[in-house]
C-alpha cells in the first residue's frame, strides 16, 4: 500500500498540463521598467501626492485597501503632511 506522500507528484510536472499556455522554460519574464520619456508631465496636487503614498505603504505591508477604505484614505490625505507622516509612521 502506498503512503499519502508517495503519491504526489511535484506541482512543476503537472502545470503544463493543466495550464495550456505554460512554457516550457522555467524563466522568469518580468515586466520592463517605466520609460521616463512616456511619463505625462502633470503635476500630482498634495492630497494626491499623500493618497497615493499611503495606499503604496498599505500595499508594501501586506494591508490591501478594501473599496470601503478609499474614503478613510482620502480622509486622511486631506489632512496635511504632518497627519500622513504620522500614519506612515504607524503603518511602517
Same mark, same amino acid.
Given at each position: 500500500?502506498?503512503? $499519502?506522500?508517495? !503519491?504526489? @507528484?511535484?506541482?512543476?510536472?503537472?502545470? &503544463?498540463?493543466?495550464?495550456? $499556455?505554460?512554457?516550457?522554460?522555467?524563466? +522568469? $519574464? %518580468? /515586466?520592463?521598467? #517605466?520609460? #521616463?520619456?512616456?511619463?505625462?508631465?502633470?503635476?500630482?496636487? %498634495?492630497?494626491?501626492?499623500?493618497?497615493? +503614498? /499611503? $495606499?503604496?505603504?498599505? !500595499?508594501?505591508?501586506?494591508?490591501?485597501?478594501? %473599496?470601503?477604505?478609499?474614503?478613510? @484614505?482620502?480622509?486622511? &490625505? &486631506?489632512?496635511?503632511?504632518?497627519? !500622513?507622516?504620522? @500614519?506612515?509612521?504607524?503603518?511602517?
Amino acid at each position: 500500500m502506498n503512503a $499519502y506522500g508517495d !503519491t504526489l @507528484v511535484p506541482a512543476k510536472d503537472v502545470w &503544463s498540463i493543466c495550464d495550456p $499556455y505554460a512554457r516550457e522554460d522555467d524563466g +522568469d $519574464y %518580468p /515586466l520592463p521598467p #517605466p520609460d #521616463p520619456a512616456q511619463r505625462l508631465d502633470i503635476p500630482l496636487r %498634495p492630497d494626491d501626492r499623500r493618497r497615493l +503614498d /499611503l $495606499y503604496a505603504a498599505l !500595499t508594501i505591508r501586506g494591508v490591501a485597501p478594501l %473599496p470601503g477604505d478609499q474614503d478613510a @484614505v482620502a480622509a486622511i &490625505s &486631506s489632512l496635511g503632511d504632518a497627519v !500622513t507622516a504620522a @500614519v506612515l509612521r504607524w503603518v511602517a
